[in-house]
């Protein structure tokens, strides 16, 4: 049954505050109002505010049962949102969280797993969310709010759009629509992008011709150009639209001409400002710790707050606990002048500059509380960029509370002036900086229902695939040109698209903002510049006929009318066939590079080539023979003989051509445990180290059936071999795989005391996907293996290092173990001699574990980390060597790669798999 939806609703999901409005749908002539939404103030009482803060704070055992029904979700974890949590994050910073919005499109995360509150020590593991799972709560204390207040308007019958920034990717946009999934929502949700809603809470209120020609003079006469300035708590957008009114029109036309890049830039980089102006001063000889931190940055956040409210505040007191007092234990004082807080915001956020001025860039831009904050700070730097090219300015319209204080208003109009000429330039009202967004929501589905005129607003961004080489580079296709309307199908039909049917298949995706001029099907060069890289596509071709050929195929792709990117492959025979392609939420973690992949020729001739596959199956087809048995090292040198180059030199193209004459073989390995054997050792060497070439995934789903058959020869020679095999690929096994090889290895290692093997407990070190708490189980056994006496060290020591590594090899920052365990494995092992054979992998431990990546959750504490660059220095490592435990430096695809612990093939794309905070 079809249900008419009553009301249009609009949400505002934002960094600092949420808001719900809706509008009757019933009512052709109804204005949009705001939803007051329930809520906690403290542990007994409750009160409903036009806006919810978007904080979460999980409540101690003692306070849940304090709380009430009132104002929170009737069912669902422990998790209080609103105003309650946003004043615990001043008590308990380590219990809140906040900013979840900003992790949405945050690359090289996965945003699936649960890390928030980012660095917290106060929650277990179990306890945290995910970026998606905090976004969700938030949202459905909306929906719950609603339904509260409407029981004969269920929220599930309605209208709904969400907005989201304009310079969230098409992936980011996906996390939103999921949060919004897990909150219940109803299928068919829309999306909005903030600045196009905020201006349609404007049109709204100006909606007739005289309205708008008091607010633009000679709007009749000309094309008048909009900017939409959004600055939030998190981000910053900006926005440029043409609106046109004709001699004879009563409704204006409007179109969106530009949309910039995104930008982690808003009010949450005031107070950290601000909190690094004011560490100084407590008195503290080391950095503060991340619960001291996240006690400074609420009280700074609180102190921006009442200066920018007040006309005359005084000097604010900032007071935040010792590092471990109780409540009424020790406190570090300072004080923030006024002045401090206006001179900052203006100077350093809103600096006059001239209309050449650009954003200045850092190698080593550092992030704060994880997140990688834009390296400049200057709004106006990123303005004058933005509107590079653009038509004049004529009007301004800014939005969000980071924008309320009226002299950061008047101060970008005076820019937009200046950069102009000095022509006059209009701001237009706004009353409800922290409301508007909703509102348009709200009223942008009003219009959608009635049919009527809406802003013309295509794809924000073109969108390109990863094209087949071209001799030696590699090219960009566009998919959907930038501007592409609603509903309108673009088909890219590129010659030789081929893919493989019954099996995982991948495009990597990039968009532009700055190309407007490509067309679908265009081939592009790829610069740094002009794309961004978004998470792969992937889909599992199944035609019906049980097809194992390649299958010729197009790519299409729309953005329907609820604002969501669409791809599809279409079968090039029959268009009618068509199998979706969605994002690879998990795969960030391996190819986190903006940069496609080089092209990689094998360096051998394919005679060569198919000698070699054909040498692999005649070995694995032929019985076991005394005269020419078959073994790893016979295997190896016969290949070497054939290709004519050493195995070191086999690039990774090379090595993934080999592959399928071995997979091939895969149940060949039960002619003899000399067969077996020389598969597994074959396979870890082709396949390593899992990732980095295309198609790695779907070759990772071939090697895993080997697990699932098992051994034909078990023993412990033969699970000596697959500890190297799995080891070797380690960093292609998705979390759930490499939590089924933990659990069966980390028994062996436990339970086998001082005669553990060796590529076991290098094995469990390589497995950076494992959860927290295995992570943990297995460092505090590493740690009590090393203090035992005749125990061999260099596997736990390696391991160690693996474990406690700042700069994992392949996984996401939520991988990175704290830095108190580091502090710990010193003081564990600072007794022993570093320079002795016994001990010496320390040294490669202690390089790893405490390198400074400008991430307070995660750098070791300056006094420890001075302690071990003196005990380094006395074992004899030289001083280059020590730089990047001594300052930031730019993290090099080789630190990731000489976590591998052996010579890894050419051609591998390696760099932004971890927590690279210079990007």
């Known amino acids: 049954m079809i249900v008419t939806p009553r009301f249009s609703i609009g949400i505002d999901l934002g960094t600092t505050n949420s808001a719900i409005a809706s509008v009757s749908l019933e009512d052709k002539s109804a204005s949009t109002m705001v939803v007051e939404v329930p809520q906690w103030e403290t542990l007994s009482s409750a009160v409903s505010f036009p806006t919810l803060p978007s904080f979460l704070y999980r409540p101690v055992d003692e306070e849940l049962a304090s709380l009430g029904r009132g104002a929170a979700a009737e069912s669902g974890p422990p998790w209080v949102v609103g105003n309650f949590a946003r004043a615990q994050a001043g008590r308990l910073p380590g219990r809140v969280i906040h900013s979840a919005k900003s992790w949405l499109a945050c690359h090289g995360m996965d945003r699936t797993v649960p890390f928030l509150p980012w660095g917290s020590s106060d929650l277990a593991p179990e306890q945290k969310l995910s970026p998606i799972g905090a976004s969700a709560l938030i949202l459905a204390h909306l929906r719950d709010a609603w339904d509260r207040l409407h029981p004969e308007a269920p929220f599930a019958r309605q209208r709904i759009t969400v907005t989201v920034p304009a310079s969230f990717d098409a992936l980011a946009q996906r996390l939103t629509l999921e ?140 007071s935040i606990p010792s590092r471990g007092s109780r409540l009424f234990g020790g406190i570090l004082r300072a004080t923030l002048e006024a002045g401090e807080v206006r001179t900052l915001l203006l100077d350093g956020f809103y600096p006059e500059c001239a209309a050449t001025d650009r954003p200045e860039s850092s190698a080593t831009a550092l992030r704060e509380m994880g997140l990688p904050y834009a390296a400049d700070s200057a709004v106006t730097r990123h303005l004058a960029a933005f509107l590079e ?3 004049a300015v004529d009007a301004i319209l800014c939005n969000g509370g980071s924008l309320a204080p009226a002299m950061v208003r008047e101060r970008l109009r005076a820019q937009v002036c200046a950069w102009q000429g000095g022509g006059e330039v209009v701001l237009l009202d706004n009353p409800e900086l922290s409301l508007a967004v909703a509102r348009g929501a709200a009223r942008f589905g009003q219009l959608l229902h009635q049919n009527a005129r809406r802003i ?39 010659p030789g698209l081929k893919v493989r049917v019954q099996r995982p298949v991948q495009f990597r995706v990039y968009s532009s903002t700055h190309r407007s001029r490509d067309k679908a099907g ?31 195929v197009r790519l299409g792709a729309r953005l329907n009318a609820l604002g969501w990117l669409q791809v599809e492959c279409i079968d090039a025979a029959d268009a009618a066939l068509r199998w979706p392609l969605e994002f690879n ?56 003989k054939i290709l004519g180059q050493p195995k070191n030199a086999w690039n990774a193209a090379l090595l993934r051509l080999l592959w399928p004459a071995l997979e091939g073989c895969l149940a060949d390995r039960e002619r003899s445990f000399e067969h077996e054997e020389t598969w597994v050792s074959l396979a870890g060497l082709l396949l390593r180290p899992g990732y980095g070439v295309a198609f790695d995934e779907a070759r990772i789903d071939q090697l895993w059936a080997f697990h699932d058959d098992g051994f034909w020869y078990p023993g412990k020679a033969m699970q000596l071999n697959a500890d190297v095999l799995w080891r070797r690929v380690a960093g292609g096994l998705q979390a ?68 406690l590594s700042r700069v994992p090899m392949y996984g996401g920052a939520e991988s990175v ?90 051609g591998l794309l390696l760099e932004g798999a971890g927590p690279d905070f210079n990007d």
Not at 459 to 465: E, F, G, N, Q, T
Not at 756 to 778: N, Q, S, T
């Open 179 to 318: 949060a919004a999934a897990q909150a219940g929502f109803p299928a068919g949700i829309g999306l909005l992008e903030e600045p196009q809603a905020a201006f349609y809470r404007w049109l709204e209120a100006h909606e007739t011709a005289g309205s708008l020609e008091t607010q633009m003079e000679n709007l009749r006469e000309r094309t008048h150009h909009v900017l939409v300035i959004d600055v939030g708590g998190g981000t910053t957008d900006f926005s440029l639209f043409a609106i046109r009114l004709g001699k004879n029109r009563r409704l204006p036309e409007i179109q969106r001409v530009a949309v910039s890049d995104h930008l982690l830039l808003g009010g949450d980089n005031i107070d950290l400002a601000l909190a690094h102006r004011v560490e100084p001063r407590l008195g503290v000889p080391d950095s503060l710790s991340v619960d001291q931190w996240g006690h400074l940055v609420s009280q700074c956040r609180q102190a921006k707050e009442l200066v920018l409210s007040s006309s005359d505040p005084g000097p604010c007191e900032i």
């Open 389 to 391: 090219g653009q038509p």
């Open 456 to 494: 013309q607003a295509g794809a924000a961004r073109s969108i390109y695939v990863e094209a087949a080489a071209e001799g030696k580079g590699k090219v960009l296709v566009c998919l959907l040109p930038k501007g592409t309307p609603p509903e309108t199908e673009t088909v890219v039909d590129a």
């Open 522 to 552: 265009d081939r592009v060069g790829w610069d740094e510049r002009n794309f961004q890289a978004i998470a792969p596509l992937h889909t599992v071709i199944r035609p019906g006929d049980k097809s194992t050929e390649d299958r010729p």
């Open 585 to 640: 939420l998990h795969e960030e973690g391996n190819e986190e590079s903006a940069a496609p992949r080089p092209v990689i020729e094998p360096g051998v001739s394919k005679e060569k080539q198919d000698a070699a596959r054909a040498r692999i199956e005649s070995q694995f087809r032929a019985p076991f023979q005394r005269r020419d048995p078959i073994s790893p090292t016979r295997m190896v040198q016969s290949l070497e």
């Open 736 to 803: 759930a795989r490499q939590r089924i090889l933990f659990d069966e290895t980390f028994p062996r290692v436990r339970e086998s005391s001082k005669k553990a093997p060796a590529e076991a407990v290098r094995l469990l070190g390589a497995m950076e996907r494992i959860d927290r708490e295995r992570k943990m189980e297995l460092a505090d056994l590493f740690l009590a293996r090393l203090r035992e006496a005749g125990v061999y060290r260099e596997p736990y020591l390696v391991s160690l290092g693996r474990l």
């Open 817 to 906: 173990l704290p830095a108190g365990l580091v502090e710990q494995a010193y003081l564990d092992l600072r007794e022993h001699d570093w320079s002795t054979p016994e001990w010496s992998e320390a040294q490669t431990l202690f390089l790893r574990a405490a390198r400074i990546v400008g991430d307070r959750a995660l750098d070791v504490p300056g006094s420890v980390r001075g302690e071990i660059i003196v005990q380094l220095r006395k074992s004899g490592v030289p001083g280059p060597k020590l730089a990047p435990l001594e300052n930031h430096v730019r993290i090099q695809q080789s630190d990731r790669a000489s976590l591998f612990g052996e010579s890894l093939p050419a």
